[in-house]
Each structure stands twice: as C-alpha cells, then as structure tokens.
C-alpha cells in the first residue's frame, strides 16, 4: 500500500532532549516536505526537500534540523526541543515538488 | 509575502445542499493550487490539484476553479452529504516550486 508513515505518532518529552520523528515514503517520491499544525495558526511549512541531499527553508525552520541521505527518509530532528514546538507535526511526499501531495497520519508532540 | 485566506471559517448546511467554499492568495505568482480536506485527528487528503495555467478541475462532486489573476480559487461540492463533513484547506505552491502556504481552513458541517 502506498503511504507515508511517520513514528512516532504521540511523544511527550521535557525542555532540551534531543529528539527525531521519522518520515518514510514508500512511492519513489522525489519530495518530501514538513509541516507543523497549531491552533489558529493552521498549517506552517518546516523543511522541504526536492530530492536527496537537497533541503530547503519553509516558512518556520528556527529550532528544527532535517536531512535527507536517502529518497524514501527524511526525519526531523529536534536538537534542543522548547515548549513553543509543542504541536501536530506532518509529513508529506509528492512524485516532485509540482505534484499532489501525500500526508502522514501526523505526530502529536508535547514539550514540557 | 504570499497570504492564503478562506473564507468562511466554518459553515453547516443541511444534507443534500450544494455548497461553496471560498480561498483567496495575494501573490498570482503560483504554480498551482490544492484543495485538502482534513479529518478530525488524522492527516491530510488531497481532492485537487490545479496548474496555474488551468481554469478548473472535477473530481466526482467536486468542483475547483482557479482565476490566478484575482487571486481566487473556489471548491464546489454537490448535493453535501454527512460523510462531507470535515475540515476543507486550500494551498498555494510559489513559481519556484516545493514552497506551500496554506489558509486556516473552512470546517464543514452537513446535517442530516
């Protein structure tokens, strides 16, 4: 089945412990992207990436790293994790960056 | 800055209604535009992909027009049915490609 999963789907974690959420596609897709949903503010882009070894700023990258070594990865990592990243975290996949885009199920993270 | 709005925020309509949705974008420099719809607690479908250089696209009983130079798109849904319920995005993807920038949504309620 094609899908894009993420893991893990709930965390809750404490000020400052490094953490990673997981992407992973399993449609060949070039792009990948992130995004972060709070109330109010709706759905902000983090990172994408159009194709390995290529990433690029979204709208809201500050406090968030990302990588992308291989095609069907392309985890978020969260070097010092602050009570403001607290939020519904998703992943998303297109064939390129031109193209409808897949989502994951979502990561619910707390930052206490 | 692009800004991606919908209007409204949220509307109920008995079952059977055909219905509207509003998005607008300030920046006509696009290259395409989706519609997404978003169940409570879970991820993001998309409904349609429009290219900046199409006028409209359907999907079943679903309808999207794009007029890129007023910035308008618009999601017809025909004869609603309860299962439509959901909250309904729109977003705008730059010339450049990989960049998305989405509105707050419009939360659908269909009545029996």
């Known amino acids: 089945e094609a899908q894009v999963t993420q893991n893990p789907r709930y965390l809750i974690t404490v000020t400052g412990k490094k953490l990673t959420v997981t992407c992973s596609q399993n449609m060949n897709h070039e792009y990948m992207s992130w995004y972060r949903q709070d109330p109010g503010l709706g759905l902000r882009q983090i990172y994408y990436s159009m194709n390995v070894e290529v990433t690029d700023k979204g709208d809201v990258p500050e406090g968030y790293k990302v990588s992308r070594k291989e095609k069907r990865n392309f985890p978020l990592i969260l070097e010092s994790p602050s009570p403001n990243q607290t939020s519904l975290y998703f992943c998303a996949s297109s064939n390129t960056g031109y193209n409808e885009q897949f989502f994951g199920p979502g990561t619910r993270l707390t930052v206490l | 800055k692009q800004e991606v709005t919908q209007i409204p925020a949220a509307l109920s309509v008995p079952e059977g209604e055909n219905l509207v949705l509003n998005c607008s974008f300030t920046?006509?420099?696009?290259?395409?535009l989706q519609w997404f719809r978003q169940d409570p607690g879970k991820g993001l479908t998309s409904l349609l992909l429009i290219q900046s250089s199409q006028r409209e696209q359907t999907s079943g009983r679903l309808n999207a027009s794009l007029d890129k130079s007023s910035g308008r798109s618009t999601l017809y849904i025909a004869a609603s049915q309860p299962g439509d319920s959901a909250t309904y995005l729109c977003?705008?993807?730059?010339?450049?490609?990989?960049?998305?920038?989405f509105g707050q949504g419009t939360e659908l309620s269909v009545k029996p």
């Open positions: 920046d006509s420099a696009i290259y395409n």
């Open positions: 977003a705008v993807e730059d010339n450049q490609g990989g960049k998305l920038i």
